[in-house]
C-alpha cells in the first residue's frame, strides 16, 4: 500500500507537469492504455485515482488518461483516444458507459473496458445485449462490506452502528448493503439486536447520504448526528467527505471509523488511528488484469468481477486497533470470508 | 396605502387560515389516525449542562394529539387576536410549534431525537449562510448586486485552510480569510462600479473563476503536499461560564467556537450600524436613491466600493468556518452552494439583518432535520428527503413572505448626471 501511495504522489506531480501523464516506456511491444475518467478529477481520492494508479503500475501498456469536467466531454474524451490510435480504453465510472458501448460498436478492432459497469448495449426498453468488443469491471464489494458489518457489530458497545452515502449511487449503495447484511448475520447467529442507523436491506430507497461529494460541513454534521444516536462505529461512502469525521473523532473518541475505497490508514492525514478497517476495492487490479489480457491477445467480453476470492474487494488490516479486535471475532470474519469463497454463504439471503 | 393594506390583511388571513386548517389535519392524522403504541423519546441533554430532565418519553399518539390541540389552541387564539385587530405573530408561531411537534411526534415514533443535538446541528449549518447573507446584505443595501458571494465563501474557506495549515495556527487563518474575502470583492467592486459591468453576469464569473483558481491549486498544492498546505488546526469550543450551563439554549449558543461568536457580533453590530449610525444611512441612501444622495454631498461610487469591500470582509470570516470552525481542512468545491442559499436567505429576510439571520437559521434547520429523520430511519426515499431544504426555500421565497421590495437602486451603476 505504501508503494501505490508513492506511485500517487508520482503520479501527481508527473501530471502537473505534463498535463497527460504518459508513463516511460521500455519495451517496444507495450500496448497503449487509454482512461477516460469521469468528472472528479485524476485526484479524487476514489475510483478515478485508483484507476490510474493501476494503469500506470500496470507493466504491459503505457498509459494516458483524459479528464472530464462535465458528461458532455466524455464522447469527445474517447474519440480523441480512437484517433490517437489506443489498443484498450477504459471508461472509469459507471456514467460513461454509454458512450463507451456506443464507441465500441462504430470501432470493433478497439477493446474497451467500463469499470463499475457491465457494459451493455441497452435499447430504450432496457433490453440489454453484450458487446462483442467491450468488458464490464465489476465488483462484488457487498461480500467485502459485510465482514465489515460483522467486525463492527461485534465491535460495537453500544449496539448501534450507522453508514452514509454520499448520494444513492449503487456504486455507494452496495457498500452499505453488504455492511447492513453483516450486521444482521451477526445478530442471527448471536442473537443479538445491533441496530444499522442510516441503511435499511428491507427499504433500499431510504437512507442517509449528503448530497454530493463536496459538502464536508454537512457530512461532519451527519456524523454528529449518529454519534448523537449512539453509534459508536461509522461506515461514510463518500470519498473523501469521511476525513472531517474522522479527524473530529480522532479527538472527541466518541466513534471509530470503517473506510472505503483504499485503505484509511494510509489515506487519512488525520483520524488514522480510529479506522478500524477499510473495505478495499481494487479498481486498480481490474485495469491491470484487462490490460494484461489485451497484450497477451486473450481479450474477451466476458465481465471481469473483482472477488474476494482474486482480491479484487477485500478489507484491510486493523493496524493500531488489531489489539483491541478479540481472537474470536478476528478469526470470525476470516470465516465468512472463507466461507464466501467457497459459496457456503451467500450473503444475500441474510436479512 | 389602503390598498397595500388590503394586500397584507389579505395574506395574514390566508396565513391564519392555513394554519388553522393545518392544526386540524395534524390533529387527524398524526393524532387520530396514528395506530402505533410505540414511544417517541426526546433527549435534551448533549453535553455537561444542568439537568432539568434528560428525556423526555412519551406515546406517539397522545404526544401528537397534546401537540396538535396546543395548535388548534393557538389558531383559534390567533383568529380571536385578529378579529380584535391584535398582533398575531406569538398565537400564529405556537400553532407552528405545535404542528412541526406533533409531526416530529408521530414520525419519530419507537425512535429516538436529540432535539438539543438537533438544534445545534441547525445553528452549525446555518453559520455560513449567515455570514454569505450579511456579506450579501452590505452589497445589496449600498446598490451592488452580490452574486459572487460563494466565490468570497470558497476563496476565504481556502485561504484560511492554507494559512492554517502553514503557521499551525488557526486564528491565522481566521486573520488571513477576510483579506482573501475582500479582495474578491475589489474585483466585484472595481467591474461593477468603476467599469459598469452588468453585476449579475459579473458575480457568476467571479464564482466559476474562483472554484477553477481553487481546484487548481488544491490539485497543484493541497493534495500533493496535504500534511503541510491541508492540515488546518480548527478552533476549540470556548464554554461561556454559566450560559453555557443552561439546559437546551447553553450547549447550543453558549459552547461554540469563536467563529459563532463572531457571528453574533457581527450580525448585532450591522443592525446596529445600518440603521442608528450615519455610515448605515448613508448606505440606505444611495441603494434607495443615489441621485439624492450625491446632491447632498455623498460620493455615492467611493462609498460603495468600500461597502463592497467590508461585505467581503465578513464573508470571508464565513469561509473562515469551513476550513478552521469546522471541517480542519480545504475541499474541492466545499462551500457546496451555499453562497446561493445566503442569496435566497437574503431576500427571505427581505434585505433586513434579522430577517436574514432568520432565514439562515431556517434553512439550517430544514437541512439538519433533513438529515436527522433519515438517520432515525424513516421510510421516505432519500433523493426526495435531499430536496425538503431547498422546497422550504422555494415555499419560504414565494409562500410565506409575500411582496418584497429589493433597494430601489440595487444593481444599478451609478453615473453621475447620466442616465439613472
Redesign the interface.
Known amino acids: 500500500m505504501k508503494k501505490s501511495l508513492k506511485l500517487i ?1 508520482a503520479a ?2 508527473l501530471t ?1 507537469i505534463t498535463g497527460v501523464a504518459v508513463a516511460p516506456s521500455a519495451q517496444a511491444a507495450k500496448i497503449k492504455l487509454c482512461l477516460a475518467l469521469d468528472t472528479g ?1 485524476v ?1 479524487d481520492h476514489s475510483f478515478n485515482q485508483g484507476a490510474w494508479t493501476g494503469a500506470q503500475e500496470s507493466r504491459v501498456s503505457n498509459a494516458e488518461y483524459l479528464p472530464a469536467s462535465s458528461s458532455a466531454d466524455f464522447a469527445p474524451n474517447i474519440k480523441t483516444f480512437v484517433d490517437k490510435g489506443c489498443q484498450l480504453i477504459v471508461g472509469v465510472g459507471f456514467a460513461i458507459s454509454a458512450e463507451i458501448v456506443k464507441s465500441a460498436k462504430a470501432n470493433p478492432k478497439i477493446s474497451y473496458a467500463v469499470v463499475d459497469d457491465a457494459g451493455l448495449d441497452c435499447d430504450a426498453n432496457w433490453n440489454c445485449s453484450p458487446v462483442s468488443n467491450v468488458k464490464g469491471l465489476t465488483f462484488k464489494t457487498d461480500d467485502a462490506a459485510f465482514q465489515a458489518g460483522y467486525l463492527a457489530a461485534g465491535m460495537s458497545k453500544t449496539k448501534k452502528v ?1 453508514t452514509y452515502g454520499g448520494m ?1 449511487f449503487p456504486t455507494v449503495t452496495i457498500f452499505m448493503d453488504g455492511f447492513a447484511r453483516g450486521v444482521a448475520y451477526w445478530n442471527q447467529n448471536k442473537k443479538k439486536q445491533v441496530e444499522v ?2 441503511w ?1 436491506i428491507s ?1 433500499p ?5 449528503v ?2 461529494f ?5 457530512a ?3 456524523s ?3 454519534e ?3 453509534a459508536d462505529i461509522i461506515m461514510p461512502v463518500a470519498g ?2 469521511g ?2 469525521y474522522a ?2 473523532s480522532e479527538k472527541s473518541k466518541k466513534s471509530l471509523t470503517i473506510w472505503v475505497d483504499s485503505d484509511g490508514f494510509y489515506n487519512l ?2 483520524g488514522k488511528d480510529i479506522v478500524l478497517t477499510t473495505v478495499v476495492k481494487e479498481i486498480g487490479a481490474s485495469i491491470k488484469s484487462v490490460a494484461a489480457d489485451v497484450a497477451a491477445k486473450k481479450f474477451t467480453n466476458d465481465s471481469y468481477v473483482g472477488t474476494l476470492k482474486n482480491k479484487g474487494v477485500s478489507i484491510a488490516p486493523y493496524h493500531k486497533l488489531a489489539s483491541k479486535v478479540r481472537g474470536k471475532l478476528k478469526s470470525e470474519v476470516l470465516r465468512i470470508k472463507n466461507d464466501i469463497i467457497k459459496g457456503n454463504l451467500d450473503i444475500s439471503t441474510i436479512k | 396605502m389602503s390598498e397595500i393594506r388590503t394586500s397584507v390583511e389579505k395574506r395574514r388571513i390566508r396565513g391564519i387560515g392555513v394554519l388553522s386548517i393545518f392544526s386540524a389535519a395534524s390533529f387527524i392524522y398524526f393524532g387520530l389516525l396514528n395506530s402505533a403504541s410505540e414511544k417517541t423519546t426526546f ?1 435534551f441533554v ?1 453535553d455537561n449542562e444542568w439537568v432539568i430532565m434528560k428525556e423526555w418519553v412519551i406515546s406517539s399518539a397522545s404526544g401528537s394529539r397534546i401537540f396538535s390541540t396546543l395548535a388548534i389552541l393557538a389558531s383559534i387564539s390567533a383568529i380571536l387576536a385578529y378579529r380584535k385587530k391584535i398582533a398575531v405573530t406569538i398565537p400564529a408561531s405556537v400553532a407552528t410549534f405545535g404542528i412541526f411537534m406533533s409531526f416530529l411526534t408521530w414520525i419519530a415514533a419507537g425512535k ?1 431525537i ?1 432535539l438539543t ?1 438537533l438544534l445545534q ?1 441547525a445553528l ?2 446555518a453559520v ?1 449562510l449567515v455570514f454569505g447573507s450579511m456579506s450579501g446584505l452590505i452589497c445589496e443595501r449600498s446598490g451592488v448586486i452580490n452574486i459572487a458571494i460563494e466565490g468570497q465563501l470558497l476563496a476565504s474557506a481556502f485561504v484560511s485552510g492554507v494559512v492554517a495549515s502553514l503557521t499551525h495556527k488557526s486564528i491565522w487563518g481566521l486573520i488571513a480569510a477576510p483579506i482573501a474575502g475582500a479582495a474578491i470583492s475589489f474585483l466585484l467592486a472595481t467591474f461593477a462600479i468603476k467599469f459598469s459591468v452588468d453585476q449579475v453576469i459579473l458575480g457568476f464569473v467571479i464564482n466559476v473563476l474562483v472554484i477553477g483558481l481553487t ?1 487548481f491549486l488544491y ?2 498544492l493541497l ?2 503536499y ?2 503541510t498546505w ?2 488546518a488546526p480548527t478552533f476549540e469550543h470556548i464554554k461561556i461560564p454559566i450560559l453555557s450551563k443552561i439546559p437546551i439554549i447553553g450547549p447550543i449558543l453558549f459552547s461554540q467556537s469563536i467563529v459563532v461568536y463572531l457571528m453574533y457580533v457581527i450580525v448585532a453590530g450591522i443592525t446596529f450600524a445600518l440603521y442608528k449610525t450615519k455610515w448605515g444611512l448613508r448606505t440606505r441612501a444611495i441603494g434607495e436613491h443615489p441621485t439624492a444622495a450625491d446632491t447632498v454631498g455623498i460620493d455615492v461610487n467611493r462609498m460603495r466600493f468600500k461597502n463592497v469591500l467590508i461585505a467581503g470582509l465578513v464573508a470571508g470570516v464565513g469561509g473562515a468556518y ?1 476550513t478552521v470552525g ?4 480545504f ?4 462551500t ?1 452552494g451555499a453562497g446561493f442559499i445566503a442569496l435566497a436567505a437574503l431576500i427571505f429576510g427581505k434585505w433586513s439583518p434579522i430577517g436574514a439571520l432568520m432565514a439562515a437559521l431556517l434553512f439550517g434547520f430544514a ?2 432535520l433533513q ?2 429523520l ?10 426526495f ?2 430536496m425538503v431544504p431547498y422546497i422550504a426555500t422555494i415555499i419560504a421565497v414565494t409562500g410565506l413572505v409575500g411582496r418584497v421590495r429589493a433597494p430601489a437602486a440595487d444593481g444599478i451603476p451609478y453615473l453621475r448626471g447620466g442616465a439613472h
Open positions: 504522489a501527481a506531480s502537473l478529477g485526484d450507522a444513492a442507523l442510516g435499511d427499504n430507497d431510504a437512507g442517509t447520504f448530497g454530493n463536496s459538502d464536508q460541513n454537512k461532519l454534521t451527519i454528529k448526528g449518529f448523537q444516536q449512539g473523501n467527505l476525513s472531517a479527524a473530529a492525514t488525520a | 433527549g448533549l429516538f436529540p443535538g446541528g452549525l449549518l455560513p481546484n490539485k497543484k493534495i500533493p496535504q500534511s491541508n492540515t469551513f469546522s471541517v480542519g481542512s475541499g474541492k468545491e466545499m457546496a437541512d439538519n438529515s436527522t433519515t438517520i432515525i430511519g424513516v421510510s421516505i426515499p432519500s433523493e428527503m435531499l
